[in-house]
């Protein structure tokens, strides 16, 4: 079966072309995703069910059209930006609330920079590293200002990356004691966004309800809401065919289904509207463990998969086999030279016995534990396909399954791991999506998403800090193509698939893909035909 999957370009265009008199105003958008969120803030995890939820509540400082992320007025109507590109002032949007009916100020937009996203958000560091100071001297007027230039500043207020919390939705003792992650606005949020909590019934659904004091007037343009955690993926197959469901985001459906429902005339099937993101499929590797440590025993699992057949076989053809840490779609910066990660077992078996590491009388070199993402069967299959495949060159797998909390317990606050499947985004510029994973400042206890693997390499910390300061162009390219040719060498992480994100949701649901991120943005056009 073809899949009828929409040009990258034809989604925005409809959701453009919806003039005011075909808007219909009302009703309730339902998506299902799983795992469900385990927070409702991206500063707790930048996990994608998270994201899409949090989103709705919080917003920040701008908003942004297009696949390639153009910056438009938010909670900021207007800014400027120094010769130098050192100072960035913005004047916020007067009359702007929070949930609970207080005012929106610079004083929030301080506390939410410096005591909630630079310490705390996987990417803070990313964005506000050389943050010298905020002045706010009114309470509309924000400067930022900065110890070098950041190609990638305007990018950094989009609501998932620096989501504007209030100073009052924290306790004292939450701040005096710095537990912002475990702080009770977490589970109970505060945003000024289109859409607030109304309830939260764990392992069963989340509503959102319409922000009715929001400060576009006339949106958003739904009532409601509502996510529904439907954990088999067959299940939530069928309840978007029979319209039970509208929205089944970002890959959440089994690919077999995907293929299924694509065919479907009441259903559109989309790899639109994540661009600006660029998943990448990878096995996270803790290289503080010994057999784990030596490059060579990684290159020895880098040969032993055959990532084509992965596409394949695992996932339907999504795909496409990885080559390093950037996407080969980022036009500016993939490093086309790089050669494609090869399929060798008998290379494998060579490097194994090369690092010490002999087959013994039952054939095993060693044992290592895997522990899949908890994303759904997709992950579990992929999982036995590795076992299976690292089993031919003598290493002996034992997968062990955990729960969302348990997993991110276990590989970012314990580090008490030996490999596990992942993916992360690139996001628009290298200097946004990767330095969390592959730098030394990276390794942080209990950051989500980050380098757990414990990776460093005093060279890849300098090529990042010369990359984040220089603008665009070859001496800049020259750095990240080093950056790919080291870590392709090293493997900190096994590459494995560039992801591609399929949205399925039917065609009664209009305006949702405008921009590189709209699964990950607010909302407040969307409407649905009645």
């Given at each position: 079966m073809k899949l009828r999957y929409l040009a990258a370009t034809i989604p925005f265009l409809l959701a453009g072309s919806a003039s005011a008199q075909d808007i219909t105003r009302g009703g309730t958008l339902t998506y299902s995703y799983n795992p469900e969120p385990a927070a409702l803030s991206t500063i707790a995890t930048t996990s994608v069910p998270v994201v899409i939820a949090a989103t709705k509540i919080y917003e920040s400082l701008l908003e942004f059209e297009g696949p390639s992320l153009d910056p438009k007025p938010g909670l900021a109507e207007k800014w400027e930006i120094s010769d130098d590109k050192l100072t960035y002032t913005f004047h916020l949007r007067p009359g702007v609330k929070w949930h609970d009916g207080k005012p929106f100020t610079s004083q929030d937009v301080k506390f939410s920079i410096e005591k909630v996203v630079k310490p705390f958000h996987s990417r803070g560091q990313t964005y506000f590293g050389t943050l010298q100071a905020i002045d706010t001297p009114d309470d509309l007027t924000v400067i930022f200002r900065l110890g070098a230039p950041v190609p990638f500043f305007m990018k950094a207020f989009q609501p998932g990356e620096s989501p504007m919390m209030p100073r009052h939705g924290f306790t004292e003792e939450e701040i005096a004691q710095n537990r912002i992650r475990q702080a009770g606005i977490m589970q109970k949020p505060i945003g000024t966004g289109p859409f607030r909590l109304a309830e939260w019934t764990k392992g069963s659904h989340v509503i959102l309800e319409r922000n009715a004091d929001y400060w576009k007037q006339g949106k958003p343009y739904l009532d409601r809401i509502v996510m529904r955690a439907i954990p088999d993926g067959a299940a939530r197959a069928i309840a978007l065919e029979t319209g039970e469901i509208d929205l089944v985001p970002m890959s959440g459906l089994p690919p077999a289904e995907m293929k299924r429902l694509a065919g479907l005339d009441h259903l559109t099937a989309t790899l639109a509207g994540s661009e600006a993101l660029g998943p990448l499929m990878w096995l996270e590797v803790n290289v503080r463990e010994k057999p784990l440590a030596d490059m060579r025993v990684r290159q020895a699992i880098s040969f032993a998969i055959d990532r084509q057949r992965l596409v394949n076989v695992i996932w339907y053809g999504n795909g496409k086999p990885a080559r390093g840490p950037l996407v080969s779609s980022n036009p500016r910066f993939f490093n086309t030279a790089l050669e494609p990660l090869r399929y060798d077992p008998k290379e494998a078996e060579k490097l194994l016995d090369e690092a010490g590491f002999k087959r013994g009388k039952d054939?095993?070199?060693?044992?290592?534990?895997?522990?899949?993402?908890?994303?759904?069967?997709?992950?579990?299959?992929?999982?036995?396909?590795?076992?299976?495949?690292?089993?031919?060159?003598?290493?002996?797998?034992?997968?062990?399954?955990?729960?969302?909390?348990?997993?991110?317990?276990?590989?970012?606050?314990?580090?008490?791991?030996?490999?596990?499947?992942?993916?992360?985004?690139?996001?628009?510029?290298?200097?946004?999506?990767?330095?969390?994973?592959?730098?030394?400042?990276?390794?942080?206890?209990?950051?989500?998403?980050?380098?757990?693997?414990?990776?460093?390499?005093?060279?890849?910390?300098?090529?990042?800090?010369?990359?984040?300061?220089?603008p665009d162009g070859a001496e800049r390219k020259k750095i990240w193509d080093e950056v790919q040719v080291i870590l392709q060498k090293e493997l900190p992480v096994i590459f494995l698939i560039e992801m591609g994100y399929n949205n399925v949701f039917n065609k009664r649901v209009n305006g949702l893909i405008t921009n590189g991120i709209s699964l990950y943005s607010n909302w407040d056009s969307v409407w649905i035909k009645k």
């Open positions: 054939g095993v070199r060693f044992e290592l534990t895997q522990n899949a993402l908890p994303y759904g069967e997709e992950w579990v299959r992929q999982a036995e396909y590795i076992r299976q495949e690292l089993g031919k060159i003598g290493i002996k797998v034992n997968n062990e399954a955990l729960d969302m909390g348990g997993w991110l317990k276990k590989i970012y606050t314990d580090w008490n791991f030996h490999f596990t499947s992942n993916f992360i985004h690139n996001h628009s510029d290298p200097s946004i999506g990767l330095p969390r994973s592959f730098t030394t400042s990276g390794i942080r206890k209990g950051a989500s998403f980050t380098n757990s693997m414990g990776y460093s390499n005093p060279r890849i910390d300098e090529l990042f800090v010369q990359a984040a300061k220089l």
